[in-house]
């Protein structure tokens, strides 16, 4: 029996947010998958229907912002027809006993990624890619200099219909809030913690660890090593700037997280040169996702500081990092009673096949 054969069946907790904690039970893996139809790619037969296709610009809201060629527009910005959070309110928010609300003022936008209808990410130039998050992020820092009460902006892409895409062509969206997201508070609170702890923030030291190619896993009652492990097996994809890295305890069977090698806290301050180096790391690990899944259904969201974040050394102990779940399974009755994610795959399993699928 090879070592991937063998059941691996454990609690893992996330480093940087300890309180997550992710049971990998790989047995599980056998359990039937829901089917899902990667959505279809290079699919023109809804052009004429479809708000985001070219020609179709009377169908969405008026550009916020867009980038353009000779050949017309590549990506626009736009309001989100239905958005879920609105302009301001007069008021504050409701009080009624334990049942409480805040101000449901924000905004939300979509970001059409590309022209091409149908076309994956991985399918789209290194260049057009850098261009898109470079889009974001302008968009991000007009959105924080325009209104000081925005604390955060998350920029988000559901693609296909497993991860709540509900329009195919090719699209992404951002959300800012006058409140940092919960998720984004725990990291970076967890990860400040750290830093007071340590000295260093906790990012860096994994993708340190990552490249040293060894940690040590130490039982917690009595302190003795329990055992070693290759830490480089985790690995997935690295370039001048940035690396891939399948998450030691990964909530998702193919998540993968991507984090330039220097420590920057803020996603705002990235160069051309990072977003050159980002869109090929992104793109060369969203094409061994999809030789390994074969038309992979995903999500993605950007972490960063937060506008505000509250403390000083934050800039320090957060490190901004583009998280993609790729949905192959579907949470259980077991997962939302728990709060545990369960993965079936084993993330040293996982990282291996990704690195071995063979890419342009
Ligand atoms: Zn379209
Ligand atoms: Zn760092
Ligand atoms: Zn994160």
Redesign the pocket.
């Known amino acids: 029996m090879t070592q991937e054969d063998q059941p691996v069946r454990e609690i893992r907790i996330n480093p940087v947010v300890p309180g997550e904690s992710v049971l990998i039970a790989t047995a599980r893996g056998m359990r039937p998958k829901k089917a899902e139809d990667p959505p279809p790619r290079d699919d023109r037969s ?2 004429e229907t ?4 070219r020609g ?1 610009e009377h169908m969405t809201p008026p550009d916020i912002s867009s980038h353009t060629d000779a050949d017309g527009w590549k990506i626009r910005i736009v309001e989100n027809l239905y958005p879920v959070l609105g302009d301001d309110r007069d008021g504050q928010g409701l009080s009624l006993g334990l049942q409480q609300t805040i101000d449901g003022y924000g905004r939300h936008e979509v970001i059409i990624d590309h022209d091409n ?1 149908g076309i994956a990410l991985h399918d789209m130039s290194s260049s057009h890619i850098a261009l898109l998050f470079d889009a974001y992020r302008q968009r991000m820092q007009q959105l924080y200099e325009a209104d000081r009460r925005l604390r955060y902006v998350l920029v988000f892409k559901n693609y296909g219909p497993a991860a709540g895409g509900s329009i ?2 090719t699209h992404s969206q951002l959300i800012a809030t006058p409140v940092i997201p919960e998720h984004v508070h725990r990291e970076v609170q967890d990860s400040l913690a750290f830093y007071t702890r340590h000295g260093r923030c906790i990012f860096c030291a994994l993708i340190d660890e990552a490249l040293t190619f060894e940690a040590t896993i130490y039982d917690r009652a009595s302190g003795e090593v329990k055992r070693r492990i290759d830490v480089g097996q985790y690995v997935v994809e690295r370039g001048e700037r940035f690396i891939a890295i399948k998450p030691f305890a990964s909530r998702y069977e193919w998540e993968l997280h991507i984090l330039p090698l220097a420590h920057e806290a803020d996603f705002l301050n990235a160069t051309r040169e990072d977003m050159a180096d980002f869109a090929r790391v992104l793109r060369r690990t969203m094409a061994r996702l999809d030789a390994v899944l074969g038309g992979v259904q995903y999500n993605y969201f950007l972490h960063s500081l937060p506008h505000d974040p509250g403390c000083d050394r934050c800039g320090d102990s957060y490190h901004w990092h583009l998280e993609v779940c790729p949905r192959t399974s579907i949470p259980t009755g077991f997962e939302l009673g728990s709060g545990f994610f369960v993965n079936t795959v084993s993330p040293e399993d996982a990282a291996r096949r990704l690195r071995e699928a063979v890419i342009d």
Not at 50 to 53: A, I, L, R, S, V
């Open positions: 809804c052009v479809c708000p985001f296709c179709n209808h195919p062509h």
